[in-house]
């Protein structure tokens, strides 16, 4: 008898513990299909593609909107979560507006409060700036798309909880060293506005010590004729 209690209660632990952690994850397996079929290793995206498959896209955002994070989320949840936020809320910007040259074209796409969590919109400076930069992770700056060829490429799979500290790393050195993004060379010193934008992320404001961290090619110092102009033209295939 007492055997069998003791299985009756693990069991119903079992299911406890499973309920909780399911009501504490969100599946981003549709938008690692999206990015799959409409963006290429080099970040460029087929948004016509996308257009397409709009049904499977919405209903990937809607799940976005109903499943937030909560307590019982992992850092690491919070952060793929927000990431991909950020990045399908700029997605959807641009198909909903489709054609766009940039997504400058778009009335006030920084300002304007475009994803909904219950009875609160957040725009996209909302969600780099009052969230994600708060995680205090400078490379969450490499994983972030804002639909523009001078943008850190969109990765052609989804952020989750498993991949998303490899992908810190891995995204920040290929940004770094992608030519098309940074000019680091024993001759060139040419890097992306980011680094002047946000350089208090960075090491507490030593850009140059950051970027040696990861740059095959180290630098000595950065002046603003260092910097090169930001491409804002849309990142289209």
């Not at 009501?23 to 970040?43: C, F, P, T, Y």
């Not at 799940?63 to 991909?84: F, G, H, V």
């Not at 972030?144 to 989750?160: D, E, G, H, K, V």
Request: charged share 25%; net charge positive; aromatic share 14%.
């Amino acid at each position: 008898m007492k055997k069998k209690y003791y299985l009756l209660l693990l069991l119903m632990i079992s299911l406890f513990c499973g309920k909780s952690f399911a009501q504490s994850s969100i599946s981003h397996s549709v938008w690692d299909r999206i990015l799959i079929l409409n963006a290429s290793k080099e970040g460029k995206v087929n948004y016509e593609g996308v257009i397409l498959d709009s049904s499977l896209f919405y209903q990937y955002f809607r799940s976005l909107s109903d499943t937030p994070p909560t307590d019982r989320w992992s850092r690491e949840e919070k952060l793929a979560y927000w990431i991909n936020v950020y990045n399908a809320v700029a997605m959807k910007m641009i198909i909903d507006n489709y054609p766009v040259n940039t997504i400058n074209d778009i009335h006030d796409p920084w300002k304007y409060k475009f994803f909904r969590i219950k009875d609160k919109r957040y725009s996209l400076d909302e969600i780099e700036h009052d969230i994600l930069r708060k995680f205090n992770e400078p490379r969450i700056h490499f994983l972030i798309n804002c639909a523009s060829n001078s943008s850190p490429n969109l990765w052609n799979m989804a952020y989750t909880r498993d991949n998303i500290n490899e992908a810190l790393e891995k995204r920040t050195i290929e940004f770094i060293n992608d030519p098309a993004k940074n000019q680091i060379t024993k001759n060139t010193v040419k890097v992306s506005q980011v680094f002047e934008w946000y350089k208090d992320d960075f090491n507490n404001g030593d850009v140059v010590g950051f970027i040696n961290q990861y740059s095959k090619v180290k630098i000595k110092s950065l002046s603003k004729d260092n910097y090169m102009a930001y491409d804002w033209s849309l990142n289209e295939q």
